[in-house]
């Protein structure tokens, strides 16, 4: 009986950038955003893995408040699309849904409700901070000025 080998190819993997999803999401530029809609197929249908860091996640929040003037309940629900994509792994994904649930039920910026997620994944008690106002209402987290 011959024993055959069977070849093995290992799946792509690539980051993107924020402006690849800024381009996606908005479709600001319909030629780009098709492109992207292409790149994340190939992800969904396992040809390429694609990888996001999530200062991604964080410069996109950024541009699409300030730039694109999108209030938090759309922002939220994008990057929760972002995250359960298939294909598409997100860096720190807990935090980030963690966080996108304090930044959408308490009024903070996203990167207040970043570090609260952070703090409280690691069963931290204490943040150093000078903008107590943003982290008052949050239990279990005591704020200290240094």
Known sequence: ?????????????????????????????????????????????????????????????????????????????LVEAILS???VEVTDKGIIASALKLYRDNSIDLIDAWIISFVKERDIKTIYTFDKKHYREIEGVETKVP
């Open 1 to 77: 009986m011959e024993k055959r080998l069977l070849k093995v190819e290992s799946v792509k993997v690539a980051v993107i950038d924020t402006n690849v999803l800024i381009r996606y999401l908005t479709n600001d530029e319909p030629q780009k955003a098709k492109a992207v809609e292409s790149l994340l197929n190939k992800a969904s249908d396992g040809e390429l893995r694609i990888l996001i860091p999530s200062i991604v996640i964080a410069e996109l929040v950024w541009v699409l408040e300030s730039y694109y003037r999108m209030e938090a309940e759309g922002i939220a629900e």
């Open 85 to 87: 994509t298939p294909g």
